[in-house]
């Protein structure tokens, strides 16, 4: 008798429990974030290492099918190019760019004493030397201009410093993720395996059909658009530094630098890279700022007609108005990064909508009176 009696609001203990824990969750909320932190901390490596892993994996996966090799030697291969590429870096590239950095940061006074007599020059050869309101106004403008240039130099002189030390203090993880992410590899398709044999026995068939294709979908528009991105940049940053070599131009690696790491943003990206290149060497001589001006606009043109379409491809399925809207949203919001990431973005949100708008019109039996 007494196992048939119903408790009286019975039911409605897990609903304040939950209520209760909400609500002590909301009043503790900066400790839960200290201790999601710390705990996305201890796995940092890990993290590092699926995403050394997956920029890695195409590298491994051509020389596999275009060599023949097996997977350890593809591994090795891989990995000494890597170790190649980063002690390059370290080396070489790196010193020189802060020596640039410095050198222009010690030069900036005289450069701006020079443009200044250059100027003054010219107005008297002009004959406007007594227009005082244009002669302030000039003056005006190029200290405004120099002043941004040394705030800007001192910016990134100061980040840079910051970023080393920064660097210093997760060497540590990023190596234990660059040991991990060996492992990863050889074994990715266990690791595939095991993670599509714990969502079917999780999900039903149809759902987990669906989010798979949406998983290669996504896979195929990051590694397309991303790698294929970096490589393109980074072979633009070596001609670039190549060409302003060959035609003397002061300051040539941090030019090159500033080229190919702006190349990385859609559209915008070259004319961002273009202006600094510019202003600096219009410092040193105006001609040499016209022929670094027209050796990048070339630079670009290529990049944009033949080296781009190589390396990557099929575009990823976005119209220019689309990409624009992914670079003022995602550079409004995360800056630099936001204005890169925002493509692949806004392809995988259309690549969704599409196929949600294409389920619904099915389902009405309306799709085909549109394309009609």
Not at 36 to 42: E, L, P, Q
Not at 118 to 140: E, G, M, P, T
Not at 170 to 176: A, E, I, N, Q
Request: net charge positive.
């Amino acid at each position: 008798m007494f196992k048939n009696k119903k408790i009286p609001y019975l039911s409605l203990i897990p609903i304040i429990l939950i209520t209760a824990l909400i609500f002590k969750s909301i009043n503790n909320i900066e400790l839960l974030a200290q201790g999601f932190w710390f705990v996305i901390s201890i796995l940092s490596p890990f993290f590092w290492a699926f995403g050394i892993a997956y920029i890695l994996n195409p590298l491994m996966t051509y020389i596999e099918k275009k060599f023949k090799a097996k997977r350890g030697l593809s591994i090795l291969l891989v990995y000494l190019i890597v170790i190649g590429f980063i002690t390059l870096i370290v080396t070489i590239v790196s010193p020189a760019v802060a020596n640039n950095l410095g050198e222009l940061a010690t030069n900036m006074p005289n450069y701006v004493r020079k443009t200044q007599t250059w100027f003054d020059d010219n107005i008297l050869r002009l004959n406007i030397s007594n227009n005082a309101n244009i002669v302030a106004y000039a003056h005006k403008a190029l200290e405004d201009i120099t002043d941004k240039l040394t705030t800007s130099l001192n910016f990134i002189l100061n980040l840079a410093l910051n970023k080393a030390i920064d660097f210093t203090s997760s060497f540590l993880k990023m190596v234990f993720g660059f040991i991990i992410s060996i492992y990863i590899l050889k074994d990715k398709e266990s690791f595939k395996n095991n993670a599509k044999k714990f969502l079917y026995a999780m999900f039903n068939e149809t759902s987990v059909n669906s989010f798979l294709i949406f998983v290669n979908e996504v896979n195929s528009i990051f590694s397309k658009y991303i790698i294929g991105k970096f490589i393109d940049s980074l072979i633009i940053g070596i001609l670039c530094a190549i060409g302003l070599s060959i035609l003397r131009i002061p300051y040539a690696l941090l030019i090159s630098l500033i080229v190919g790491v702006t190349n990385m943003i859609p559209y915008f990206g070259p004319f961002i890279g273009m202006i600094p290149g510019v202003l600096i060497t219009l410092f040193y001589s105006p001609i040499k700022a016209l022929w670094v001006l027209i050796f990048i606009f070339v630079l670009q043109q290529f990049d944009g007609w033949y080296l781009g379409p190589k390396i990557l491809g099929e575009k990823v399925g976005v119209s220019p108005f689309w990409i624009i809207l992914a670079i003022t949203l995602g550079g409004g919001t995360f800056g630099v990064l936001g204005m890169f990431l925002g493509v692949p973005f806004i392809a995988i949100i259309k690549t969704m909508l599409e196929r949600f708008v294409s389920k619904r019109l099915d389902s009405r039996n309306i799709k085909d009176k549109l394309d009609s």
